[in-house]
């Protein structure tokens, strides 16, 4: 028996969920509105896996903010911005726990540095 794979990438959808809530006047008069989940700020945002899928390709895949928005505009229909893909990588570089990594690296034994990928000033943005 010979066994032979083909392998093929799957179609990736962009989920959309839609926030609505309504806002009703009550018998007595007053105003009464529904909220939105606390994480709903804006009328359009991106979600967490979309911010971690930009700092990805940006930091380790090394592309363009440029590139990333014709990446998400051929791969899910989604116009991202050059601005937007840079917001996505600054919050996620917030939210890394540089404490834990500093300790990390001062109790390491032995460390390796790899500067290729650090930006200057001057390239950003780009
Ligand atoms: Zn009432």
Do not use: W
């Amino acid at each position: 028996m010979t066994r032979d794979k083909f392998l093929n990438c799957l179609s990736h959808a962009t989920q959309v969920i839609e926030y609505r809530r309504i806002k009703r006047i009550c018998k007595c008069g007053k105003s009464v509105c529904g909220k939105f989940p606390e994480k709903v700020v804006a009328p359009v945002q991106y979600g967490m896996r979309v911010q971690a899928m930009v700092a990805l390709l940006s930091v380790h895949g090394c592309l363009s903010f440029g590139k990333i928005g014709q990446l998400f505009a051929d791969l899910y229909s989604c116009q991202l911005n050059t601005a937007t893909a840079q917001t996505m990588v600054q919050r996620s570089a917030e939210m890394m726990p540089m404490e834990v990594i500093k300790a990390e690296i001062i109790a390491s034994k032995t460390v390796n540095f790899d500067e290729t990928g650090i930006k200057v000033i001057s390239d950003f943005p780009r």
